[in-house]
């Protein structure tokens, strides 16, 4: 069974601090998303990896860092939190290269800055 | 960046079939239509995905328009678990080849 884990499903952090959210997959894919999901404004994309040590922005990259150190995992990070990233933020993987492929999702993790 | 348009919201009785409209008229030549959907407190899970004829598998059908500015999503027989957001979205062939954009969706509601 395929999967993309993330580490947390809920998370309660202070403004300022420093957050970091891990996502892990098992299918061997080269791409990996970060999203936040907001009501009312749906999926939108943060950052994206197609390799190891690589990075591109998405649409919404102010505030946030990621890192890519091994294929299998991709981080997020908040370098100072505030309370406008509480959001519910998702990651995915897919193939390279592959359009005609599908994503893969994990549950999500519900984070709340206070 | 091609872009999809969605209606908000639809409602279905259950055991009726539903049809999500799709519209991408700047579509490429090359772009696959895709299919995701939501189902309450998950991440998004694929549905079908379509470059231009009609698809079909055990979740739901794809009719992609002859000018492919359009798909339809069917769901034959739609039970209170297709309960979701729908996303239509189109993986770019060239370019920005790597990225996967949504749009708001179509909340669909089923209704017993």
């Known amino acids: 069974d395929v999967k993309v884990t993330q580490s947390s499903r809920y998370l309660v952090k202070r403004t300022g601090e420093k957050v970091f959210l891990e996502c892990v997959q098992d299918m061997d894919h080269e791409n990996m998303f970060w999203y936040r999901q907001d009501p009312g404004l749906g999926l939108r994309l943060i950052y994206f990896?197609?390799?190891?040590?690589?990075?591109e922005k998405g649409d919404i990259p102010e505030g946030y860092s990621v890192s890519r150190e091994k294929k299998e995992r991709f981080s997020l990070i908040l370098e100072s939190a505030s309370t406008n990233q509480t959001s519910m933020y998702l990651c995915?993987?897919?193939?390279?290269?592959?359009?005609?492929?599908?994503?893969?999702f994990g549950q999500g993790t519900r984070l709340t800055v206070v | 960046d091609a872009k999809t348009t969605q209606p908000n919201s639809m409602e279905s009785n259950e055991e009726e079939p539903v049809h999500l409209p799709c519209n991408h008229s700047?579509?490429?030549?090359?772009?696959?239509i895709h299919w995701y959907r939501q189902l309450p407190s998950q991440g998004p899970e694929y549905v079908i995905h379509?470059?231009?004829s009609n698809v079909n598998n055990r979740m739901a059908s794809l009719a992609i328009a002859e000018d492919r500015k359009s798909s339809t999503l069917i769901l034959h027989r739609a039970t209170l678990r297709d309960a979701a957001v729908y996303y239509c979205i189109l993986r770019l062939a060239t370019g920005s080849a790597r990225q996967l954009t949504f749009g708001s969706g179509t909340q669909l509601t089923v209704l017993p």
């Open positions: 995915a993987s897919s193939f390279l290269g592959r359009v005609s492929t599908e994503a893969f």
């Open positions: 379509g470059l231009t």
């Open positions: 700047t579509i490429s030549g090359t772009d696959y």
């Open positions: 990896s197609y390799d190891v040590k690589m990075k």
